[in-house]
């Protein structure tokens, strides 16, 4: 490492929706190369949203997992098509105030890219995905409470997998 990188310079980030941010963090925090997980609100319209508001379905926010990662040892598309294998994309839950909306908030033009050939390659799988790609907006990180969950009260959560890229 030169003189003037850090460690900082050699991480990236993704944000990934997919229901309760829970066991999204818990789950993404086990992975080889990913160096921190934190839940938060994305994708709203309103400022400083918390639980309580985000609840109220009236915020836009969707319920989300900033990833932290080392691409160096695991890729922005590995954790996408992670992502499409611990939830089910197909089910559409904008109409219901989008909290729990699965949506892929894409923090420039080659992780929109990414994250579209791989919706792409499912459709042509004939799987539905219901997923957005939205661009990055403020990540506003939730509560100290919901902050690695699982892992401060000892659960496991039940994992949705498939294998839809194999």
């Not at 400022?47 to 990662?69: C, D, I, M, N, R």
């Amino acid at each position: 490492m030169g003189k003037n990188q850090s460690a900082v310079d050699l991480t990236d980030r993704a944000i990934f929706a997919a229901g309760c941010f829970w066991s999204k963090e818990y789950f993404f925090s086990q992975l080889p190369g990913v160096i921190s997980t934190q839940v938060g609100y994305t994708g709203g319209h309103t400022t400083s949203p918390t639980y309580q508001t985000v609840l109220t379905k009236t915020t836009g926010h969707a319920e989300a997992v900033e990833v932290t990662f080392d691409p160096t040892v695991i890729s922005f598309e590995q954790l996408t098509k992670y992502f499409f294998e611990i939830h089910n994309p197909a089910i559409d839950r904008r109409e219901k105030g989008g909290q729990y909306r699965s949506a892929i908030f894409f923090r420039d033009e080659h992780q929109y890219k990414i994250a579209q050939e791989l919706i792409e390659q499912l459709a042509q799988k004939g799987i539905q995905v219901a997923t957005t790609l939205e661009p990055t907006s403020t990540f506003w990180p939730a509560e100290e409470r919901h902050q690695q969950y699982c892992e401060t009260r000892n659960l496991t959560p039940q994992i949705f997998q498939t294998t839809r890229f194999a």
